[in-house]
């Protein structure tokens, strides 16, 4: 049951990155965003649904939770996620970032009581940001249309195939025990969307265009991403250099779900 329910939601995202291809026809402001009517609709709602359950509930968590209790729960999904970002890292060509990261869950899952404490990071071990669409985008694959998912939010028709494999390889989706399962995927949903509660007003006071903000900042800290901090300058005309990269980016939406980039 388990494998099925993560190849179907893999098989749901895979159909929504093949409409957004296929939509690439439509016109809009946007070169990168050929479907930015559906974009735009789908934005809406996931903004509205945020407006009226998501973010209540992050900050009622945030209210009732100690910082260093919430601070402790996020770290110990961040070095779950350790794991797929050292894989990423050894498929991307970077074999001394992936030992890193591998020594990073080692030291945090031993002497950071399974990741709670941030041992890793104090004594000098880098945390790194990777997943499978940064992969293909460093091995050459194209970022193909913009596109805004349900809850996901923000990605490119590349990122869109890697968030199927993110989520089909998500150590916590392979939890036998469905009701533990059940419970760390809302929580880490919880906890994620909690952290980026700070980016809320900067996106408010800043953006005329809350969605042309939010896709400018996601397009450009991917590319940032995909070349470690140092991407080839653009053309002026090219439509993703518009934004700079803020607090807002950082979070790719207002609603990152469950699998972590």
């Known amino acids: 049951m388990k494998t099925n329910n993560t190849i179907k939601v893999g098989k ?3 159909s929504i990155a093949a409409a957004g291809l ?16 559906f974009n735009r609709a789908m934005f809406g709602f996931n903004d509205g649904l945020d407006k009226a359950i998501i973010r209540p509930v992050a900050v009622g968590y945030e209210a ?15 070095n779950i996620g350790d794991l797929m970002i050292g894989v990423n890292n050894l498929l991307q060509g970077k074999p001394a970032d992936a030992a890193s990261d591998v020594g990073r869950v080692l030291v945090n899952t031993t002497i950071g009581f399974l990741g709670i404490l941030d041992v890793a990071s104090t004594m000098g071990m880098e945390k790194h940001d990777e997943d499978v669409g940064q992969t293909f985008g460093r091995w050459g694959v194209p ?7 349900p809850l996901f939010g923000p990605r490119t028709a590349r990122d869109t195939v890697g968030l199927a494999f993110d989520v089909y390889t998500d150590p916590v989706a392979h939890v036998d025990h469905i009701p533990t399962r059940n419970v ?8 994620t969307r909690a952290e980026l509660l700070k980016a809320d007003r900067i ?9 042309s903000y939010i896709r400018d900042a996601y397009l450009q800290r991917r590319r940032s991403l995909i070349h470690d901090g140092n991407p080839p300058k653009l053309d002026t005309s090219d439509a993703g250099d518009a934004a700079p990269a803020t607090p807002a980016a950082a979070g790719e939406s207002g609603v990152k779900v469950a699998v972590q980039n």
């Open 203 to 211: 996106i408010e006071d800043a953006a005329l265009d809350k969605y």
């Open 143 to 149: 970022d193909g249309a913009y596109v805004v998912l």
């Open 64 to 78: 009732v939770l100690p910082d260093p209790v919430e601070t402790g729960v996020a770290n110990f999904f961040s």
């Open 12 to 14: 749901w995202i895979l």
């Open 184 to 191: 760390l995927v809302v929580t880490r949903f919880i906890s």
């Open 22 to 37: 296929l939509g690439g026809c439509a016109t809009g402001g946007n070169p990168q965003d050929p479907i930015e009517g």
